[in-house]
């Protein structure tokens, strides 16, 4: 792979918190923890570089969520950004949805690169005249000016969540969508903003029962009636809306059982899934929990059809992980366009590719040191145990404050972006 373009920040409002490619992968949207939306173009190819396509540079940034106080619960909202999701593109305007812990927010980016001149009613400073002045009528113009971005926010859905808003996604119909926190998910149309459609709820009635919580929801890529739900404790469930309005009987149930040799105290925190995503065919459910990605076929409920390593050297670790808070991190996970390779991230600034076909996978590095334009990553290696290669980096001298929980792959090409903490690193494969 090698690598087009970066872009670094300072702060730790600047901590990336999401990233997103919209349909065409024509742009790239990332949410940081500052409340802030970064949107990147991709260039389009000049006549004389035919080979040099495709460098990301900054197209739009906006604040999307500003800090907020609760003064019922006497609790702070935080601004960041959990999650974007794009609507696919109708008109020459671009939308997309970005959430916090409570407010979904419907944002269009448009440009602008012509002004009315020749008002009959205003000066060219834009204010009113005195009709009685006005002895002519003109006929206004479009004159050409800079081009300009703008966002604005076209829908603010809010007030539904008592907890904090994990997912947000479209619906196929492109009329509807759902966002989930803890206990609940909801089902929105995009046209109304007052009032939303509780499709999920496994509040207790006594919260001292409560066992599970919602991790991540997303509604399958071609059938709108239907969607998945993941836990805290490991399992997957397929609803269809079909079937009751309210959609507290799951249609399947996704469930490994526990190997009984593999029991520990951490047993029930790293089987906990993180994220949960549709192949782009909507046959298979990818799964990431702490250590492992699984993949799932719709048709099979008992077991995974395939399960990937991520980072099988940190279960002598988990003491430590589980005193630093980092066992809780929440790792996410990608399919490229075809659904051959997946990709997530670890610690060290390290990401994870596996392919489905050949088996092979490898681990890669987001880092300074490798980021120089069209440089090629090395795989690297982390070796348990005494005997180190030169190539090899041991396990005890990981950084786990360096992670890489957020990834996207673009929808059609070779090109990923990984965010490391506050920097964004988009690669791409040199066979194009």
């Not at 002598?316 to 997530?344: A, H, R």
């Not at 392919?355 to 996978?361: F, L």
């Not at 090899?392 to 990984?418: C, G, M, Q, R």
Request: one cysteine or more.
């Amino acid at each position: 792979m090698n690598y087009p373009d970066e872009s670094t920040y300072g702060s730790k409002a600047d901590i990336i918190s999401t990233v997103e490619f919209n349909h065409t992968g024509e742009l790239l949207a990332t949410g940081d923890k500052g409340g802030r939306v970064v949107i990147f173009q991709r260039e389009q190819e000049s006549k004389n570089q035919v080979h040099r396509r495709g460098e990301y540079n900054v197209y739009s940034t906006f604040q999307s969520h500003e800090p907020e106080f609760d003064y019922l619960k006497s609790l702070e909202i935080e601004e960041k950004i959990n999650k974007i999701r794009w609507l696919p593109q109708q008109n020459a305007a671009y939308f997309l949805l970005s959430t916090n812990d409570k407010t979904v927010k419907l944002w269009k980016v448009s440009e602008r690169d012509k002004r009315p001149e020749g008002y009959n009613l205003k000066d060219e400073e834009g204010r009113l005249r005195d009709p009685a002045t006005i002895t002519t009528l003109r006929v206004p113009v479009l004159r050409p000016m800079d081009l300009m971005v703008e966002a604005t926010p076209r829908r603010v859905f809010a007030n539904a969540h008592t907890y904090h808003i994990n997912s947000i996604s479209v619906n196929s119909d492109y009329e509807t969508y759902m966002s989930a926190d803890d206990l609940r998910i909801n089902l929105w149309n995009f046209e109304i903003t007052n009032q939303s459609f509780n499709i999920v709820d496994i509040k207790p009635a006594n919260m001292e029962e409560l066992t599970e919580v919602i991790t991540a929801a997303e509604f399958h890529p071609h059938h709108c009636n239907t969607f998945v739900y993941s836990s805290s404790k490991g399992t997957i469930r397929l609803c269809d809306m079909r079937a009751s309005a309210l959609c507290d009987r799951h249609t399947k149930f996704f469930e490994e059982p526990e190997d009984p040799s593999n029991r520990s105290f951490f047993s029930e925190i790293i089987s906990s899934i993180s994220d949960v995503k549709f192949s782009h065919s909507g046959r298979y459910i990818m799964t990431r929990d702490y250590l492992t990605v699984k993949v799932w076929d719709l048709n099979m409920e008992n077991r995974p059809i395939e399960t990937y390593q991520v980072h099988d050297y940190l279960r002598s670790k988990l003491c430590s992980l589980y005193e630093n808070d980092c066992i809780f991190d929440k790792f996410e996970c990608v399919w490229n366009g075809s659904d051959s390779v997946i990709m997530t991230g670890s610690y060290n600034n390290f990401f994870r590719m596996f392919d489905r076909n050949t088996k092979r996978d490898v681990t890669l590095e987001a880092s300074r040191e490798n980021s120089k334009p069209r440089a090629i990553l090395k795989p690297r290696k982390v070796c348990v145990g005494g005997k180190r290669r030169k190539d090899e980096i041991s396990v005890d001298s990981l950084d786990f404050s360096k992670k890489i929980l957020h990834t996207a792959w673009h929808p059609s090409e070779n090109i990923i972006a990984v965010a490391a903490t506050n920097n964004l690193y988009i690669f791409q494969d040199k066979v194009n």
